[in-house]
């Protein structure tokens, strides 16, 4: 009869051992990407021509380096630090890492065999009855003694706890990386936050040196109008215009308070107590150059990428969470220890006592909970895969955008410089032909208008190709240390 249940049981968990790998291998998701990122390609390319295909792996890993050390502004280096140090977002990020870190070290827990000791004292003083003695007998009090060590490990037969402790390593894994895009977005903030101050500052030098000529206009108008050379239409104009400059001056202040103290905030400092030292943004020169034919590989070291990977391989492993509740779950425990009226007895030998238990259990009747978490899970992971193609896939436009820009931005700054001569050598005729009354005030307020305007113009280019520099920089991943661009670089300038 053994023999033939025996002959009856033993398929049966051979098949349960043979389907009972609870976590499914997790495969990487294929996402089709370019070799190198289209922008990037020298100007006289027009295409990718055998650009070969691959799939994105991240590789968090990679250096990236200083990379705002590339502007050579020690200025940015120092604010970077001090945010680094200070900013609160940064520091929340932190401490959810150290959160996500013990958590998984609670899931590696499972993995040790948990002993524990137990030493205690009782005084009872039994009932008749449960003494088995007559009714109404005396019964005494009496103490006891007990000292035990206990131990309890659970087998994992079918990976349930393997795949506990991977889904929480996955999970400190996502939450690192989200840390890292925190202090990346902090750091690319400081930057651009500080380029826009600059480039303000540069603006508002403009705006008053226009100012300052609208207010020597009014005062030549003025003296020419008491003379009788020109009428009163003359002078007000001038007056207009020299209030209009000192309203858009009083505009690009507003602005730049503004910026003052988000800086502030990302350096975590209150915005009434920090006030940022003026510094105007000359010159585009100091930009760094952007390699040409960039790889798309540097895709794989940012970290929004990497935390969506991490998310996907958590996933995959609750799978195995979900599946491994299916299946036999085998506990031993043992204890040992003393027990005596007193404590010198409790270490007697005579004293001792022991168990030792094997405990197998499975559900049979879960109303299909089990099976529904195992579904829920498989489309968890499916979330987190569709996560993970759209990151790859807004990362390489972000960099294609901001590629974009820095050209369109380079190709604009070239003209506005042509432009900028030309305005001003149209300026300065129109002072000459006016002083010598060969042209009327208007003329000349138009190319002084113009040459304004220019000037402007150029200042907010400087500051927009800096600040979308560091938006590529950002969206790279932290800069394009290691590209292969065999020497050759398309200078941004």
Aim: proline share 4%; charged share 20%.
């Amino acid at each position: 009869m053994n023999s033939m249940i025996a002959r009856g049981v033993a398929p049966l968990l051979a098949a349960l051992l043979l389907t009972a790998c609870a976590t499914p291998a997790f495969r990487q998701p294929a996402v089709e990407t370019p070799a190198a990122f289209r922008e990037s390609q020298p100007a006289e390319v027009e295409g990718i021509e055998g650009a070969r295909w691959k799939r994105a792996q991240p590789a968090e890993q990679q250096p990236r380096g200083q990379w705002w050390l590339a502007f050579k502004d020690a200025a940015l280096t120092s604010l970077i630090e001090e945010a680094g140090a200070n900013n609160a977002n940064l520091a929340v990020a932190a401490s959810r890492v150290k959160q996500a870190r013990a958590i998984a070290g609670i899931a590696q827990a499972a993995r040790v065999p948990q002993v524990g000791i137990g030493i205690g004292a009782q005084r009872a003083r039994p009932s008749a009855f449960d003494s088995g003695l007559p009714q109404g007998t005396p019964t005494q009090p009496a103490t006891s003694y007990t000292a035990n060590l206990s131990a309890s490990y659970e087998v994992d037969l079918f990976g349930r706890v393997a795949a506990s402790v991977a889904a929480a390593q996955g999970d400190a894994a996502t939450i690192e990386a989200n840390y890292r895009s925190v202090l990346l977005a902090l750091q690319a903030d400081v930057a651009q936050t500080y380029f826009r101050l600059r480039a303000l500052d540069a603006e508002l030098d403009t705006v008053a040196q226009t100012v300052r000529l609208r207010e020597e206009s009014v005062k030549v108008t003025q003296r020419r109008f008491d003379l009788g050379d020109i009428g009163e239409f003359d002078l007000s104009r001038a007056r207009t215009e020299l209030a209009t400059a000192r309203a858009e001056a009083i505009g690009l202040q507003r602005q730049r308070a503004s910026a003052e103290h988000a800086l502030a905030v990302l350096l975590g400092k209150p915005a009434s107590h920090y006030v940022a030292g003026k510094s105007p943004l000359l010159d585009a020169a100091a930009l760094p150059a952007i390699p040409a034919g960039l790889p798309s590989s540097l895709l794989e070291r940012r970290p929004d990428i990497n935390a969506a990977q991490r998310a996907m391989e958590a996933s995959n492993a609750r799978i195995g969470v979900a599946r491994g509740a299916m299946f036999p779950a085998l506990s031993i425990s043992a204890a040992g220890g003393g027990v005596g009226g007193a404590m010198s007895e409790v270490f007697k030998w005579s004293s001792r006592s022991w168990v030792l238990g094997l405990l197998t259990s499975m559900p049979l009747i879960d109303g299909g909970r089990n099976r529904a978490n195992v579904e829920a899970s498989y489309a968890v992971l499916e979330e987190s895969v569709g996560a993970y193609r759209q990151s790859v896939l807004t990362a390489f436009a972000e960099v294609e955008d901001n590629l974009a820009g820095l050209r369109i931005l380079a190709g604009q700054a070239e003209q506005i410089d042509a432009a900028l001569s030309s305005a001003r050598r149209s300026a300065e005729l129109a002072q000459k032909l006016y002083d010598a009354g060969r042209s009327s005030y208007l003329e000349l307020l138009d190319a002084q208008r113009n040459l304004a305007a220019v000037e402007r113009t150029a200042v907010q280019l400087r500051g927009n190709r800096a600040v979308t520099t560091v938006a590529l920089i950002r969206s790279l991943g932290g800069g394009w240390d290691g590209a292969s661009n065999g020497g050759k670089a398309v200078a941004m300038r």
